[in-house]
């Protein structure tokens, strides 16, 4: 966590997020959610692919690009949608072998399981409300095989695990009781949770900084990036003016957020103030940050999934306080293009807690607590793999 700031660029971007929430918002309080009424395919007339279609009794407001899950499962998300209560679900058709609706906080993620490789292509009908999705056929790939190579099921694997430990360097983070830093103790459960990580699960493991040092956030995305991590896990502590004040938090990138979520937010992104070259954050407008959220979201789900798994563990094998599973927007989860998390190990500016952190068995209680839970997303994420590409 951090101090406050000037932070006339985060408020940009909470305000233009709060905007464009507020024009769905406004949109879903003069009428009722838009929905989808029915999903058919139809052979395109050039025969080089299927046209999916979204029928729906208004435009949506805000759908993802497509997203190509693996070789064979692409997902779209379409915000602000519901399913009508009349819905009709179409057989699938084509290069659709099956495909589910899922309604999910105000929001309808569809996936659909494909029998060959296509490229996806998503817009807005022109003479109705629906939406489109267009299947095209990839050229040669008519005959190929529908066996997955070994090679896409290795580029599928969780077989690398970037560690961000936040902070470092001029960025102390907060400063807690007994002058407890945040830099410190998250690069001690860093480097601890790195070890864990390398030695009982087989994995590599990148981190941002593995001692006392300056990284700006987006230096910290770009290095995960590169290194083609599979998941990203930024850790941090929190402090509040009260004393009081305790628990552990999990985030993920979204735009459900509470106050109590943006001010944290602020905080974490604050870190902005202390980096040389501002100019490049001012450069991201209002639409940028959506589109960048949006990219986001088809890690989304996952991102969910293990912040849940990380909050049991700290909740059931550490017995801390667990605040929940929370959404945000911090610039440092935005700019990792895979399943991201950042964890708030509790707050220094709680006696009991700070003690706690401090010590080497704390934060190895803690390490391990979020080892688990990864090594439990890990299984699934791979089990869930595997099925896809068995088919
Ligand atoms: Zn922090």
Redesign the pocket.
């Known amino acids: ?2 101090r406050r700031m000037g932070h006339s660029r985060v408020r940009s971007w909470v305000g233009g997020l709060a905007l464009w929430m507020g024009v769905v918002a406004l949109s879903g309080a003069a009428a009722a959610t838009p929905r989808i009424e029915r999903v058919s395919f139809t052979a395109r007339a050039d025969g080089r692919g299927y046209v999916i279609r979204f029928h729906t009794n208004e435009q949506v407001a805000a759908y993802s690009d497509p997203v190509r899950v693996s070789d064979r499962v692409i997902e779209i998300t379409l915000f602000h949608m519901d399913l009508a209560p009349s819905f009709v679900k179409d057989a699938p058709e084509g290069p659709v072998e099956r495909y589910t609706l899922t309604p999910e906080d105000g929001r309808i993620v569809a996936r659909f399981f494909l029998r060959r490789t296509v490229s996806v292509n998503a817009y807005r009908d022109r003479e109705t409300t629906d939406l489109l999705v267009s299947l095209t056929y990839e050229a040669g790939a008519a005959q190929k095989t529908v066996e997955p190579t070994e090679d896409a099921r290795e580029r599928w694997r969780l077989d690398t695990v970037v560690i961000d430990a ?2 470092g360097g001029k960025d102390a ?2 400063t807690g009781v007994g002058g407890l830093r ?1 830099k410190d103790v998250v690069l001690a459960v860093a480097l601890k949770l790195g070890q864990y990580l390398e030695d009982l699960l087989g994995v590599k493991v990148v981190y941002t900084r593995r001692s006392d040092r300056f990284i700006p956030l987006k230096e910290r995305g770009r290095l995960a990036n590169e290194a083609g991590g599979k998941l990203f896990i930024s850790i ?2 929190n402090a509040s003016p009260s004393r009081g004040a305790k628990g552990t938090e999990t985030y993920f990138l979204g735009m459900h957020k509470t106050a109590a979520a943006s001010q944290v937010m602020e905080r ?1 992104n604050s870190v902005i103030r202390f980096e040389t070259d501002q100019e490049h954050y001012k450069n991201f407008d209002e639409a940028d940050l959506i589109r960048m959220q949006l990219a986001q979201s088809a890690f989304m789900r996952q991102s969910e999934q293990l912040a849940g798994l990380v909050e049991a563990q700290f909740a059931e094998r550490v017995g801390r306080r667990s605040r929940g599973v929370k959404q945000a927007g911090f610039y440092v989860l935005w700019s990792a293009s895979m399943p991201a998390l950042l964890v708030e190990l509790g707050f220094l500016s709680n006696p009991r807690e700070a003690a706690f952190l401090r010590s080497k068995s704390g934060q190895a209680y803690m390490a391990s607590a979020i080892f688990r839970a990864v090594k439990a997303f890990k299984n699934d994420y791979e089990k869930g793999l595997h099925l896809v590409s068995a088919k």
């Open positions: 966590m951090q936040g902070h983070g907060a945040e941090h502590a974490e």
